[in-house]
């Protein structure tokens, strides 16, 4: 059974990145507006995420890293939206089986930290001899996730990924698109021991300024915006009735999206895409070769774009036949979505050409 656990856990957690995703979007449910990740190895020999969050009460310790265990479902009609917000209760779990898990926390409630260590699920001693339950520690409002050793009790994982700094670089990856997302949220990443990170942003922060900031002034001057949105609500005829309108929503879905994308002045060799549905940073290859071809005709051969998309739809509409850990989302009327934001953003690039 351990070995199955493990094997099923190394398909929700990949590599040191995709533990991180998993991490940050679990510090940014819990309200935080400071995340700062210290790093050895990649994030092999540690991955350790700090934030200043409401905590974890002492009472749901012991069953953290049980799978299934989330705090985020708390009436039957949330549900249908688990699959889609991630919200399954898994990560830590999985975390626990293919690597050393430890977590120090304090809600504003309490008068200390508590520390609790896991292995494979479960409460273990942090020291031989100690017992598994959690210790008081020092430790500010907030949690650090302490991750050590990653895929050690699974060499087959550990073998299929390339280099340290390769790891390091997906990790950077990862953090500076979150850290675009929720520009209101001050991020920092270094390597544990190093005395300057290599990614820092300040809070309250706009999304352009966060763009500009990580991503370099060129692209940042050449932003243009766009927020696409349903027309459903605007149609008089829906607005007479209102539960007709409702139901009429419920059926084509109603969505908004945010789009900042560079104009024809910008010119990459490779097409920088930041994709967040629901919040969740997502990959479609669909919607990217979709943005691509809005550029043909206003780029040079060969010449690709910035273009960083935020979309939300109705979470009962996006598919959960896909399993959720996998990046590639669908979901109801991608198509029809997709072509009105390019639409939105070919119509805002002419207008800016004129
Ligand atoms: P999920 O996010 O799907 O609920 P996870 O395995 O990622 O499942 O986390 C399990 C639970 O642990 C969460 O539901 C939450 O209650 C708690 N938790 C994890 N990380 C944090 C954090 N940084 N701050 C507060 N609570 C956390
Ligand atoms: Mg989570």
Not at 4 to 13: D, S, V
Not at 104 to 122: E, L
Not at 209 to 223: D, F, R, S, V
């Amino acid at each position: 059974e351990t070995l199955i656990n493990r094997i099923a856990a190394g398909e929700i957690i990949h590599r040191p990145a995709s533990a991180l995703k998993e991490l940050i979007e679990n510090s940014l449910d819990a309200g935080s507006t400071s995340i700062k990740v210290s790093v050895k190895d990649g994030g092999l020999k540690l991955l350790q995420i700090q934030d200043n969050g409401h905590g974890i009460r002492k009472t749901d310790l012991p069953i953290l890293a049980e799978r299934f265990t989330t705090s985020k479902i708390s009436s039957f009609s949330d549900l249908s939206r688990i699959a889609t917000y991630g919200f399954r209760g898994e990560a830590l779990a999985s975390i626990s089986h293919v690597a050393r898990l430890s977590v120090t926390t304090k809600t504003k409630k309490d008068g200390h930290a508590w520390k609790a260590t896991y292995s494979d699920g479960v409460l273990v001693p942090a020291k031989a001899g100690q017992s598994a339950d959690p210790k008081p520690s020092a430790g500010n409002d907030g949690t650090i996730i302490t991750i050590e050793d990653l895929f050690f009790n699974t060499p087959t994982r550990l073998s299929a990924l390339r280099s340290a700094s390769d790891e390091y670089a997906r990790i950077l990856d990862v953090m500076t698109k979150y850290a675009v997302h929720n520009s209101r949220v001050s991020f920092q990443c270094k390597k544990a021991g190093s005395g300057s990170p290599e990614l820092t942003t300040p809070a309250n922060s706009t999304i352009p300024q966060a763009i500009k900031l990580l991503y370099g002034h060129t692209i940042a001057n050449e932003l243009l915006h766009a927020t696409p949105t349903s027309s459903g609500e605007q149609d008089p005829d829906e607005s007479m009735d209102v539960d007709e309108e409702d139901q009429d929503m419920d059926e084509k879905g109603s969505w908004r999206s945010e789009v900042y994308f560079t104009n024809a002045n910008y010119q990459a060799k490779k097409t920088n895409f930041l994709l967040f549905i629901n919040h969740r940073l997502v990959e479609s290859s669909r919607m990217k070769r979709a943005v691509e071809a809005v550029y043909t005709s206003i780029l040079p051969k060969g010449a690709s774009p910035f273009v960083y998309l935020s979309l939300e739809v109705d979470p009962k509409h996006v598919d959960v036949n896909v399993h959720p850990t996998k990046k590639e989302v669908h979901f109801l009327n991608e198509d029809g979505i997709t072509a009105e934001i390019c639409s939105a953003v070919q119509a805002t690039l002419a207008k800016q050409a004129t």
